[in-house]
């Protein structure tokens, strides 16, 4: 079965630490993607990257990096942690251009994220 | 740019109850439109999806959607809604360029009783 796996499920960190978020696919895909959800304002793209060691800007940047140095890993990095950043953070992976694996999204369970 | 306003941000049905969510989005190319659903606790997944061809689609567990391009609407339906369907419901849009880059809305969180 597909599993986008996410390293924590929970995480306290404190104004100004750099925080390390990580999530892992075995499904050999291509595709990797940050999303924040916050309620009422949904799911927001944050970076994505389509192939090892290429990443693109989201809708909201601003205050995150990526870093692909592996197929399967796919990491995002708040370099600074503020409270404005507090919230549940979703990676999501896609599969090759022309499978079925390529239509859809698959998620990993969220790692919500308190920035005190 | 692509956006996707979704109109009930809470819904609440009692069992059988007929469900309809509205989706709305804004783009000016051909696009793909998605709903995602959200159990409680449990990660985002594919409800039904629509690409091209028949506007009205179907997806698991008894729901579907239409397609009416000249609405920009892709609204979601079920006839019956059972307890279980209680979740978090996303509409979603994306412009193929070698994988689905998708735009969200805000999510519907339907509340059902039993």
């Known amino acids: 079965d597909v599993k986008v796996t996410q390293s ?3 995480l306290v960190k404190r104004t100004g ?8 696919q075995d499904m050999d895909h291509e595709n990797m993607f940050w999303y924040r959800q916050d309620p009422g304002l ?10 090892v060691k290429m990443k693109e800007k989201g809708d909201i940047p601003e205050g995150y990096s990526v870093s692909r140095e592996k197929k399967e890993r796919f990491s995002l990095i708040l370099e600074s942690a503020s409270t404005n ?19 859809k999204l698959f998620f990993g369970s969220g790692t919500q994220l308190s920035v005190l | 740019a692509q956006s996707v306003s979704q109109h009930n941000h809470h819904v609440i049905l009692s069992e059988a109850a007929s469900l309809e969510l509205g989706c709305n989005y804004s783009y000016g190319g051909t696009v793909n439109l998605f709903w995602y659903v959200q159990y409680p606790g449990q990660h985002l997944q594919l409800l039904l999806k629509y690409f091209s061809g028949d506007p009205l689609v179907k997806g698991i567990k008894g729901f579907e959607a239409e397609f009416i391009k000249s609405k920009f609407s892709f609204n979601l339906r079920k006839p019956s809604v059972q307890w279980s369907d209680t979740a978090e419901y996303f509409c979603a849009v994306g412009a193929y360029t070698g994988f689905q880059k998708l735009v969200f809305g805000t999510g519907t969180r339907l509340l059902v009783s039993p």
Do not use: H, P
Not at chain 1, 42 to 51: A, T
């Open chain 1, 8 to 10: 924590s499920r929970y």
């Open chain 1, 17 to 24: 630490e750099k925080v390390f978020l990580e999530c892992v």
């Open chain 1, 42 to 51: 949904g799911l927001r793209l944050i970076y994505f990257s389509y192939d």
């Open chain 1, 85 to 103: 950043q507090t919230s549940m953070y979703l990676c999501a992976s896609s599969g090759t251009a022309g499978s079925s694996a390529n239509e």
